[in-house]
């Protein structure tokens, strides 16, 4: 089992930078890839990032790439998503997730992972 607690969230202006974090429990951290989901008001959710089991493998939707960097910390069962230069349009409720399979979060395609509550984002113009 694998609990996820997003963290880092908040308002900041256009050109700002936050750091989201997530928590992960247990001792299993190490055998998941993780990956980072976004919900815009009224919007679908869509695929941000992800990251292999080992951190040496990312894939990052088009329209972050540059800007955002996903990174792990196995020892202390953290991921992390780095994101600069924000726009309004990031502005969204970042979701962190954990699965056995880097492709199927990659490629948002189903799969059953493990999801935490959100943290929300705001980038004022």
């Known amino acids: 089992q694998v609990q996820l607690v997003e963290s880092g969230g908040g308002l900041v202006q256009a050109g700002g930078s936050l750091r989201l974090s997530c928590a992960a429990s247990?001792?299993?951290?190490?055998?998941?890839?993780m990956g980072w989901f976004r919900q815009a008001p009224e919007k679908e959710r869509d695929f941000v990032a992800a990251?292999?089991?080992?951190?040496?493998?990312?894939y990052y939707e088009p329209s972050v790439k540059g800007r955002f960097a996903i990174s792990r910390d196995n020892a202390k069962n953290m991921v992390y998503l780095q994101m600069n230069s924000l726009k309004p349009e990031d502005t969204a409720v970042y979701y962190c997730?954990?699965?056995?399979?880097?492709?199927?979060?990659?490629?948002?395609?189903?799969?059953?992972?493990?999801w935490g509550q959100g943290t929300r984002v705001t980038v004022s113009s």
């Open positions: 997730v954990a699965n056995t399979d880097f492709w199927e979060i990659a490629n948002m395609k189903q799969f059953m992972g493990y």
């Open positions: 247990g001792r299993t951290f190490s055998r998941y890839a």
């Open positions: 990251m292999d089991r080992n951190g040496g493998k990312v």
